[in-house]
Structures are given as structure tokens and as C-alpha cells.
């Protein structure tokens, strides 16, 4: 049976999907959000967001992501850590037992959605979900179709979701009851054991991340920001290095959060919302997104609410460190109405370097540009386990390998190809530690941070007396209006510079260990952008 009058023609049965269950077609954010509530879950907040709990995943499951090895993708995958092999064999046991679970089900929610807002260069998804919830998400994250656009859709891709399915990894080749499995061939994405709803979110963007290199778009992990002269700006970085803060400015207009496609023509966000973190969210620093836990639509995973005033704590890590909300992007006053900009003018690629060595702004050459896109630099800092004193150097190529299913050479040379045919001004930009490695030193002063990064975006600081890094090779500039001169050079604001010198060197080892991987697949121009310990005059 079915309700709602958002009814495609083609149907489940073109997945070949048999269920007698009442399908739920295309609902709006209201019908969910009532039919997630009269489910039992979630509940409404004060001030309208619906609030959900994840249960024990509170995160992406890494381990439990497998991708379909044939004939497809033998040759086109980049096998190993971030893309785990799974047997047709075992894809199709698991597709059987899905597909059994999914006829048992009484109810299930469908929603027919775009991964993409550029027309040409857009996926056609449809995601089947046992939860309301879970398609109230999936719904507010992707592109969504007019109304014209639902009643001709035909899915490319069809994702499954069901967190009450149980994995067998002897029957299904998996690791654990939890599984995503991807199979480019049959256009299939199976997510079952998992309620965290994210899965869905980065499934597309892998999917994304496969289908577009050939037609020379390159998906990117980044937000995007446009100044009121059609200046795009895009901000590479992985988790805590500012990457949504930076982007949220008020003078410019936000294109997206999380997920780009760069054509010859645009910037365009493969999604129709954001998915920001909500855990110690200040409506003083980020007031924009604080407005949005006040929203009828929005929903918050594992955020603790009191039951008797549905007032929210956002403090409150009980329930996750990685609370989160989904909103739709025009929750942002200065949002893109077509979540696209022109072409790219700056690169900015974060990192939070919590062993105080890099500088708080240098610019590089495109040879730079691929190198530190590839090696993915952050570092987190030292954890509370006694004998833990030191930072912990992360390195994730493209700073989203988990996400990437082709090798990162294909993304870094399309990322140098387009560096190059636009004249792309490209920055690294350290929102970590000054004056000495964390817990010696301070983290740096948003203050600045902002002021540098304004300077690199209108222009100016193009204007500015460079010096070469001795030890990475790219320009520092000197002096900067408005920007203490002192934090420009990190190794003078530490007290031993000795000691600098020391933990400058094990960074650029551990750069260089960890770049060995990509130096067959560079050319010479990139290997020789690789940093090198260097004699101070």
C-alpha cells in the first residue's frame, strides 16, 4: 500500500524491492518530523528542533565500510585502509537478507533526492529507510527536487538503511553485525546496525567521490564561502581545524559546509544542508549556527535534553562528544539560494598543528598545494592517559580519506590541473598551537587568524614582503596591518628555540615518512615540494 501523493512512476519494484509494507513517498519535514514523534524516536525540544538519540554509534563506522570487488572496480579503487574489499558472493548473500528484512517491515520511508545542485553533474538517489527520522535527515542534508522533478524521477542509486538489521560476518564477509557495504555495479549502497545517520550523508559523498573524476570534476571535502564580488573561497581541513567556523562569515555568502564539486563553470555543494557539531555550540562565536538549534526542522543527534522542559544543554557530553544537527542551508541568513559560486580565486587548507611549528599563514606554489593536499596534516593533541605528553600527528590524504574510493594521485592532480588553469592563489592556514607545542604554548588567536585569512581572500596580502620557511619551503609573509608581526615567525615566539628546532625536524620526518606512499605516483615538481630540515643562517 501507498500514501502520499509524491509517488514516482518508477517504483521499488525497479530495485527489485518486494514489500507489502505502507510506503511513505517523498514526505515533507513536517509529516516526518510527526510521524518521528508518534513512532516514539524523538521528541521536540522547547524551541521546535527534533532531538533523536543515536544509540551506541555516535559516529561513522570506518571499519565496517566495505566496497564490492569486480570488475568495476578492480582496477579503479584504491584498495587497502579507507576502502575494504567485500566478494560479490557475500554482496549478494547480503542483498538477499536485506531484501527479506525489507519485506518484513510495516512501514517504510522512501525519499527520491539529488546528490549535487549543479544540474549536469548531479546523482540521482533514492534512500530507503525503516526510520522516519533517519529520512527526515537524508531529506534536510541532500539536494531536494521540486515538485515537478519527483513525479519523472528514476534513481541511479538506491540506498537501504535499516539499523534493526544484524550483519553476519560469516555469512556476509563483514567484520561485525554493522555493515555498509557499496556496490558501484549494481548501483546499491546496504547500511544495517547503525542509527547514526551520517552514513547515509558520506555514502553519497563516495559516491560522488567515484563517479565524477572522469568527467574532470573534482569532488572535494571542504566548505565553500563567496565574497560580494564572486569571490569563492574553499576551506580543505579535517575535524577541529575550523573548517565551518572560518567559512560562516557573515560578509560573504555561504555555498556549503561539507562537500563541493569544482566543474569547469562552478563550485557547486553536493548537499542541500549542513551537518554542524553542537557540543559547547556559543552563540557568541558561531551565532549563525546556534540560531538553527531554535528551528522547527532541524534535528539534533545526541544532544541531552531535559525531559520535563525540552530545554537543551548543549555543554553536556554524556551522550556524545560528537552531537550533532542537521539543518536545511537556508537556515543561514547568507546562504547561496542555488548552492553553487564561480570558480575558485583561494584554496585554504587548514590544519591544527598542536606542535606549534607551522606558521599561522604561508602561501604555496601548486606543487605545495598537492603536496599538503595529499599528506592531509593535522594533529590532535595529547590525550589523558598517563605517559601521553605528546601531540599525535594525523594525516588523511585529501583530508578525507575515508571517503575517497579512487587514489588520491587522481584527486591531487586534479586538484593541480585546475589550481593551475585558474591561477588559484592557494594558502596553509594553522588554527593550532604558537609559542610552543600544546600544553606549552597557546592555541592562536581567532583574532588573527581572521584578520590573515580576510587579507588572503580580498587580496592584500599578496601585496606583502614574503620570507621562505626554512623547513618548508613555502612563503611566510613578514608583516601584516592589524596582525602582530611576532606570530608570523613561530620558531621566535617559542622560549627554546632549540627545542623548536628539534620539534620542527620530527614534523618534517613524519611529513616525509608518511608522504613515501605518493612518490611514484607524483611528478619530480611535487616530490620537490616536499619540506627538509634546513641549517638557519
Known amino acids: ?278 557540543i559547547r555550540l556559543s552563540a557568541d562565536a558561531e551565532p549563525e549556527i546556534f540560531a538553527t538549534t531554535k528551528r522547527f526542522g532541524t534535528v539534533l543527534e545526541n544532544v541531552v535534553m531535559d525531559d520535563a522542559t525540552r530545554q537543551l544543554d548543549l555543554e553536556d557530553n554524556s551522550l556524545a562528544e560528537n552531537s ?13 539560494a542555488d548552492n553553487m559560486g564561480p570558480v575558485p580565486r583561494n584554496i585554504v587548507m587548514l590544519t591544527a598543528d598542536a606542535y606549534g611549528v607551522l606558521p599561522p599563514i604561508a602561501k604555496l606554489t601548486p606543487d605545495q598545494a598537492m603536496y599538503h593536499f595529499l599528506s592531509g596534516y593535522t594533529a590532535r593533541v595529547a590525550g589523558t592517559e598517563i605517559g601521553v605528553t605528546e601531540p599525535d600527528a594525523t594525516f588523511s590524504t585529501c583530508f578525507g580519506a575515508p571517503f575517497m574510493p579512487r587514489h588520491p594521485s587522481v584527486y591531487g592532480n586534479l586538484l593541480k590541473e585546475r589550481i593551475a588553469k585558474g591561477g588559484v592563489d592557494c594558502w596553509l592556514v594553522n588554527t593550532g598551537w604558537t609559542g610552543g607545542k600544546y600544553g606549552v604554548g597557546n592555541r592562536m588567536p581567532i583574532k588573527a587568524t581572521r584578520a590573515l585569512l580576510n587579507a588572503a581572500l580580498d587580496g592584500s596580502l599578496n601585496d606583502a614582503t614574503f620570507r621562505t620557511d626554512p623547513n618548508f619551503g613555502f612563503q611566510v609573509p613578514v608583516a601584516v596591518p592589524g596582525v602582530d608581526s611576532a606570530i608570523l615567525d613561530p620558531r621566535s615566539t617559542w622560549s627554546d628555540t632549540e627545542a623548536y628546532d628539534a620539534t620542527a625536524a620530527k614534523l618534517v620526518d613524519l611529513f616525509v615518512e608518511n608522504f613515501a606512499q605518493f612518490e611514484t605516483h607524483v611528478d619530480e615538481g611535487v616530490r620537490e615540494a616536499a619540506p627538509r630540515t634546513r641549517q638557519l643562517a
Open 324 to 336: 550533532r544537527g542537521a539543518y536545511p542551508i537556508d537556515f543561514i541568513p547568507n546562504a547561496s
Open 1 to 278: 500500500m501507498t500514501v502520499n501523493e509524491r509517488i514516482p512512476t518508477a517504483g521499488l519494484d525497479r530495485q527489485g524491492i518486494e514489500t507489502g509494507a505502507t510506503l511513505h513517498w517523498n514526505l515533507v519535514t513536517a509529516q516526518l518530523i510527526e510521524a518521528a514523534v508518534a513512532r516514539g524516536e524523538g521528541k521536540l525540544s522547547a524551541d521546535g528542533p527534533l532531538v533523536v538519540a543515536t544509540g551506541a554509534h555516535t559516529g561513522r563506522s570506518a571499519q565496517d565500510k566495505f566496497i564490492v570487488r569486480d570488475a568495476e572496480t578492480e582496477s579503479t579503487v584504491w584498495w587497502g585502509k579507507s576502502n575494504k574489499a567485500m566478494t560479490p558472493a557475500y554482496f549478494a548473500a547480503l542483498k538477499a537478507d536485506f531484501l527479506t528484512a525489507l519485506g518484513d517491515r510495516p512501514e517504510l520511508f522512501v525519499q527520491d533526492l539529488f546528490g549535487g545542485s549543479q544540474p549536469e553533474h548531479r546523482v540521482r538517489v533514492r534512500v530507503v529507510t525503516e526510520l522516519a527520522w533517519h529520512n527526515l535527515f537524508i531529506r534536510t542534508m541532500l539536494v531536494r527536487p521540486r515538485q515537478d522533478e519527483l513525479k519523472g524521477f528514476d534513481p541511479e542509486y538506491t540506498i537501504i538503511d535499516l539499523p534493526s538489521f544484524r550483519a553476519d560476518p560469516a555469512r556476509h564477509g563483514c567484520r561485525s553485525e554493522t555493515v555498509i557495504a557499496v556496490n558501484f555495479t549494481d548501483r546499491l549502497i546496504l547500511i544495517g546496525g547503525t542509527q547514526y545517520a551520517g552514513e547515509m550523508k558520506k555514502s553519497v559523498f563516495g559516491l560522488l567521490n567515484y563517479l565524477l573524476p572522469p568527467s574532470g570534476v573534482m569532488p572535494m571535502h571542504c566548505s565553500a564561502n563567496m565574497g560580494p564580488n564572486g569571490d569563492t573561497a574553499v576551506f580543505f581541513g579535517l575535524s577541529g581545524t575550523g573548517k565551518t567556523t572560518l567559512s560562516a562569515d557573515a560578509s560573504r555568502t555561504l555555498i556549503g559546509d561539507d562537500e563541493h564539486g569544482w566543474s569547469d563553470t562552478a563550485v557547486f555543494n553536493f548537499e542541500g544542508g549542513c551537518y554542524a557539531k553542537m
